[in-house]
C-alpha cells in the first residue's frame, strides 16, 4: 500500500467576500445597516434599533431624524419572517411618538400594518401590530386608514386570542375606532357584542375596563342595546355591580347600564328580575360619589321614554333621587337634579316631589355651585309647569327669593329656568302679588338685556305674566324695563319676539305705561312686524291693537273701526284712512300745516282754549295724540258698562283676542252717570237764559283762530277751540240722557246729530247738498285742514258718524264708529229686546243696528239685512 497524502483545504473562491464581524456603537450606523440586502443584518438591526427604541422618547425622536422610519417600512413586507418581526416590533414602540405617527400617515404604511394581524401570522407580530394600529387610532386621519382599509375585522377577531396583550391593544385599538358612527354600525355587522362580553371575564383589569368603555360607546345605538340583551350582557353588568371586588369597574359598568335603560325590552327584563330594584338600591347605598352620580344618569336617559317612567315610579325611585339630592358631592346633585326633571314628566312622580325633593331643590339653588344652580332650577321648572300644588310648595319653601337671586347668575341656564318658575307661579294671583314684592321687576332688567334668546324668550314671558297690576306695570317703567323690552320685538328669534309682543300686550294695559311704550317705538315696531306674514303672531297683533286703544286717530285711520269700549276724548281727530305703514303726524304738526286740497282733518275738542290743558302727550312722542289721558267721560263710561253687566245687556267677547274689538257690549247707561249728570244740570240751573246767550255769542265772536298760541313760542300751545261741540256736549247731557229707554236716547240722539249737520237728506238729493263748499270755507276761514267737529254745519255720513260717536260716548251710549268706501261711515249699536226685559231664563243675544243719520235720522237698520247695504253703498 501506499503513504497517505493529506489533502490541503481549497481556498475561497476569490469573488467571495470574507466574513467580517463589526461592533457598532452608533445609531446612525445601524440606521445605514437597514438598506443591506443581507437578511441577518437587517434582523439584527431592527434587533438593535428595537432595544435602542424602548429607552425613551428622545431615542424615538433621534431614529426619526436619522431617517430610520421609511426604511423599516419597506420591511415590513419582508421575505423574512424574522426581518418581518423585529420591524413590526419598532413600528409598535415608535407609533407612541406623534412626529413618527404623522410620517406614518403620510407613508401610508396602515395597510402594511394590518397585514401582519393574519391569522397565520406569530403571536408577537400580532402584538406589536396591535400596539401600533392602537396608537395611531388616537387620531381622527388614523381611524379613518385604519377603518377603510379593513382594519376592524382582523381586530374583532384578535379579542379571542390566548395573548392579554394581544386582547388589550385590540379592545383598545376598537375603544377608539367605535367613537365614529361609522364604524359603530360595521361593528354590528360584524358581531363583535359576544366577543367583547367575554373580555369581562378577563383576570387583567385594563381589559375589563377598556371592555365597558367600548360597551358604553356602541350602546348609544338602539341595535347595540338588543345585541347587547340577546347576549345576556345585562346579566354580566350586574353581577360586577354585585362584586365589591371589582368596585373599580361599578362606575363604567352604570354607563353602559344607562345606555341599556333606554331599551324598554331591557327596562322591563331587569324588572321582572328584580335587578332595577338591586340598581336603585346599589346606587342610593354606595358611598362612592362617581357612582352615585353614574346611576342618576342612568335614570335620567331611561326615563325619557314614558313607559320607563312608570316602571321607575313603580319602583319609587323618587325616594332614591330625593336621597341623592343629600350628597355632599356637587356632581352627584347635578345628576339627581337632572333626574328628578325627567321623572317630572310622570304625574305621579310631580305629586310625590310636592313634599319631598321641593325642599331640597330650594336648598340647592342657593349652592355657591352655578352648575347646582341651573340642575335644580331645571327641576323646579318642571315641577311646577302645569302643577299649582308644586308652585305653592316652592312659595311656601321660601322659594321666590332663591328663584329672584337666581336671576343674576352666570349661566344663562340658572336664568331662563328661574324665570320659568317665577312665570308658574305668577299664575296664581297670592303668589304674584309676593312675587312683586320681591322687587321682580328690577331682577328681570338683566335677563331682558341678556344675548341669549332662550333668556330673554323666558323674561319676556315673566314680564307678561307679573306685569298684571298697576302697581308692577309702574314699577317696570320706573325701572327702565320697558326699553329692553322694546328691543326684543326686533329679535329674529320668533319666540322671543312672540313673548316680547305678549308682554307689551299685557304692560299695554294702563294709559302711561302704553304712552311710555309708544314714545320708544313699540307701536311703530309692531305695525312693521305685522305687514310681515313671516314675523307676525297672534300676539303682535293684539298687542298693536291694544296700543292703538291708547292712540284711537292712529287706530282710526288705519282700520277704520273704533269699539264701543273705545271711547273718544278731546284731542282724537279724524285724518282720514292712510295705509300700513304710513306715519300719522301729530296733531300740532297738522294744525300748523297750510289748508291744501286734501280732506279736511275732523277735530273733536271740548276744552277751553284759555283753560289750563291736561299735560300734551305730543312733546313724548309723535305716535301719541293729543288729549289721551282718562277723563271723567271715559270713568262715566266704565260704569256704564258695569251698569249693562247688572242688566244683562251686556256682549262680551274674549280679551286679548285679534276679533277683541268687533264684540261690544250693548248699549246703555249708568245710574251713577245720571246722578253725575244731574249734578251738572243742577249746578247749571241758574245760569238761566242769560248764561246760554253768552255760549252763544261767544259762538259767533269766535273767528276760529288759526291756532292759539301761534306766533308767541313762550305761550304753550293748545289745540283749536270748539265751543259748539261744547254747547253740543251740554245740551245732550240735559235732554238725552235722563230718557230711561237706551232705544229712545239713540233715536233722540240721531236726530240732534241730524240737526246739527244739515239736517234729513233724501236719498234723491244727496248729490245737491254741497257740503264740500262749506267744507273749504271752514278751511279757509281757520287757515288750516284740521276742523273742528262743531264747525261742522253741513256733514255727510263721516261727519255725522264721527259727531254720534263723540257725543255717545259722553253720556255712555255705546256705540262702534265704522269707516267705509267713498266718504261713508257709520255707527252701530247692539239693542235687545226690550220686551224681554226682567224675563227669567237665558236671554237671546243682542241684535246689531246701524244708525240713520242720513235719509232717515233716528231710524235703526238691522245689520245683515237688504236696508243695511244699501244704507253702507248708496
Keep these: 500500500m501506499g503513504k497517505k497524502i493529506k489533502k490541503e483545504p481549497e481556498p475561497p473562491p476569490k469573488d467571495v467576500f470574507d466574513p467580517l464581524t463589526i461592533e457598532s456603537k452608533k445609531a446612525a450606523t445601524v440606521v445605514l445597516m437597514l438598506n443591506s440586502p443581507e437578511e441577518e443584518i437587517l434582523a439584527k438591526a431592527c434587533e438593535a434599533i428595537y432595544r435602542f427604541a424602548l429607552k425613551g422618547e428622545e ?171 340577546d347576549s345576556q350582557g345585562v346579566d354580566h353588568l350586574i353581577k360586577i355591580l354585585e362584586t365589591k371586588e371589582l368596585s373599580d369597574l361599578h362606575i363604567e359598568a352604570l354607563s353602559v347600564l344607562a345606555n341599556c335603560l333606554e331599551d324598554m325590552d331591557t ?51 323618587e325616594k332614591c333621587l330625593v336621597t341623592l339630592l343629600g350628597s355632599e358631592n356637587d356632581g352627584t346633585k347635578i345628576a339627581a337634579s337632572q333626574a328628578i326633571s325627567a321623572m317630572c314628566e310622570n304625574s305621579g312622580s310631580k305629586e310625590f316631589f310636592n313634599n319631598q325633593g321641593i325642599p331640597q331643590l330650594i336648598q340647592l339653588l342657593k349652592s355657591d355651585n352655578e352648575e347646582v344652580r341651573e340642575a335644580s332650577a331645571l327641576a323646579l321648572a318642571n315641577l311646577t309647569t302645569c302643577n299649582p300644588a308644586n308652585a305653592n310648595a316652592a312659595a311656601e319653601g321660601d322659594g321666590i327669593d332663591a328663584l329672584i337671586n337666581a336671576l343674576s347668575s352666570k349661566r344663562d341656564g340658572a336664568i331662563a329656568n328661574a324665570a320659568t318658575v317665577l312665570t308658574n307661579m305668577a299664575m296664581q294671583e297670592p303668589l304674584r302679588l309676593s312675587i312683586q314684592s320681591h322687587d321682580v321687576m328690577h331682577a328681570l332688567l338683566s335677563p ?21 297690576d298697576v302697581e308692577a306695570r309702574t314699577e317696570l317703567r320706573n325701572s327702565g324695563g320697558l326699553e329692553p323690552l322694546v328691543e326684543l320685538l326686533r329679535s329674529k328669534n ?13 304692560c299695554a294695559s294702563d294709559e302711561p305705561t302704553a304712552v311710555e311704550l309708544c314714545r320708544l317705538g313699540a307701536l311703530d315696531i309692531l305695525e312693521e312686524i305685522n ?106 263710561r266704565r260704569a256704564s258698562k258695569d251698569k249693562t253687566k247688572e242688566n244683562s245687556y251686556h256682549f262680551s267677547a274674549g280679551f286679548g283676542s285679534p276679533t277683541e274689538e268687533k264684540s261690544e257690549p250693548t248699549s246703555g247707561r249708568n245710574t251713577a252717570l245720571s246722578k253725575s249728570a244731574t249734578k251738572e244740570k243742577g249746578s247749571r240751573k241758574g245760569r238761566g237764559k242769560k248764561e246760554e246767550e253768552k255760549v252763544k255769542e261767544e259762538e259767533e265772536v269766535a273767528v276760529a283762530p288759526k291756532l292759539t298760541g301761534e306766533g308767541s313760542p313762550d305761550k304753550e300751545w293748545l289745540p283749536p277751540s270748539d265751543p259748539d261741540f261744547c254747547v253740543y256736549v251740554y245740551e245732550v247731557t240735559r235732554s238725552i240722557l235722563p230718557i230711561t229707554s237706551i232705544k229712545e236716547q239713540i233715536e233722540v240722539l240721531a236726530k240732534y246729530v241730524a240737526e246739527k249737520m244739515g239736517g234729513k237728506i233724501p236719498k234723491e238729493k244727496l248729490h245737491d247738498f254741497s257740503w264740500e263748499l262749506h267744507i273749504s270755507e271752514l278751511k279757509f276761514q281757520l287757515k288750516s285742514n284740521v276742523v273742528p267737529i262743531g264747525l261742522i254745519k253741513k256733514g255727510i255720513f263721516y261727519h255725522r258718524a264721527l259727531l254720534f260717536k263723540a257725543l255717545a260716548d259722553r253720556i255712555g251710549i255705546g256705540c262702534s264708529l265704522v269707516r267705509g268706501e267713498y266718504g261713508r261711515a257709520w255707527n252701530e249699536v247692539k239693542l235687545m229686546d226690550e220686551s224681554r226685559k226682567g224675563v227669567t231664563g237665558a236671554l237671546p243675544p243682542p241684535e246689531t243696528y246701524i244708525v240713520d243719520l242720513m235719509f232717515h235720522p233716528g231710524a235703526l237698520i238691522k245689520l245683515r239685512s237688504r236696508e243695511a247695504d244699501l244704507y253702507r253703498f248708496l
Excluded at 448 to 468: D, E, G, P, R
Design 531 to 636: 305687514l310681515s306674514v313671516s314675523r307676525k303672531n297672534k300676539f303682535s297683533e293684539a298687542a298693536h291693537n291694544k296700543l292703538l286703544n291708547h292712540h284711537l286717530s292712529l287706530k282710526y285711520s288705519q282700520t277704520g273701526y273704533l269699539s264701543s269700549s273705545n271711547i273718544i276724548t278731546d284731542g282724537v281727530y279724524d285724518y282720514g284712512r292712510i295705509n300700513p305703514g304710513t306715519k300719522l303726524l301729530p296733531l300740532k304738526d297738522l294744525c300748523l300745516q297750510e289748508p291744501s286740497d286734501q280732506r279736511a282733518i275732523l277735530l273733536v275738542n271740548s276744552k277751553s282754549s284759555d283753560a289750563s290743558p291736561p299735560p300734551s302727550t305730543e312733546d313724548k312722542s309723535s305716535d301719541v295724540g293729543y288729549g289721551r289721558s282718562i277723563s271723567s267721560s271715559s270713568s262715566l
Design 267 to 317: 327596562m322591563v327584563m331587569i324588572q321582572q328580575t328584580g335587578d332595577l330594584k338591586k340598581l336603585l338600591s346599589f346606587a342610593e347605598n354606595s358611598t362612592i360619589p362617581d357612582i352615585q352620580k353614574n346611576a342618576a344618569r342612568a335614570i335620567t336617559k331611561a326615563a325619557y321614554d314614558p313607559e320607563n317612567r312608570k316602571l321607575f315610579h313603580e319602583q319609587e325611585v
Design 59 to 229: 431615542n424615538k425622536a433621534t431614529l426619526l431624524e436619522l431617517g430610520a422610519v421609511e426604511p423599516l417600512t419597506k420591511l415590513l413586507n419582508h421575505e423574512d419572517k424574522i426581518v418581518r418581526r423585529n420591524a413590526t416590533m419598532i413600528f409598535g414602540i415608535l407609533a407612541s411618538n406623534n412626529d413618527v405617527k404623522k410620517l406614518l400617515r403620510e407613508l401610508d404604511v396602515m395597510n402594511s400594518v394590518i397585514a401582519q394581524l393574519a391569522a397565520e401570522e406569530e403571536v408577537v407580530i400580532h402584538e406589536f401590530a396591535s400596539l401600533c394600529l392602537a396608537n395611531m387610532s388616537a387620531e381622527y386621519t388614523s381611524k379613518v386608514q385604519i377603518f377603510e382599509q379593513g382594519g376592524l375585522e382582523p381586530l374583532i377577531r384578535l379579542l379571542s386570542s390566548p395573548d392579554p396583550d394581544v386582547k388589550k391593544n385590540s379592545i383598545e385599538c376598537i375603544y377608539n375606532l367605535v367613537q365614529d358612527f361609522q364604524c359603530r354600525a360595521t361593528l354590528q355587522e360584524l358581531n363583535a357584542i359576544p366577543p367583547i362580553l367575554d373580555l369581562l371575564k378577563s383576570e387583567y383589569p385594563i381589559i375589563q375596563l377598556l371592555a365597558l368603555k367600548t360597551l358604553g360607546v356602541v350602546t348609544n345605538d338602539k341595535e347595540c342595546q338588543a345585541m347587547l340583551r
Design 494 to 506: 320668533d319666540e322671543v319676539r312672540r313673548h316680547a309682543s305678549w308682554a307689551v300686550m299685557v
Design 448 to 468: 331682558l338685556h341678556s344675548a341669549n334668546t332662550v333668556v330673554q324668550s323666558k323674561a319676556a314671558l315673566t314680564v307678561a305674566a307679573t306685569a298684571c
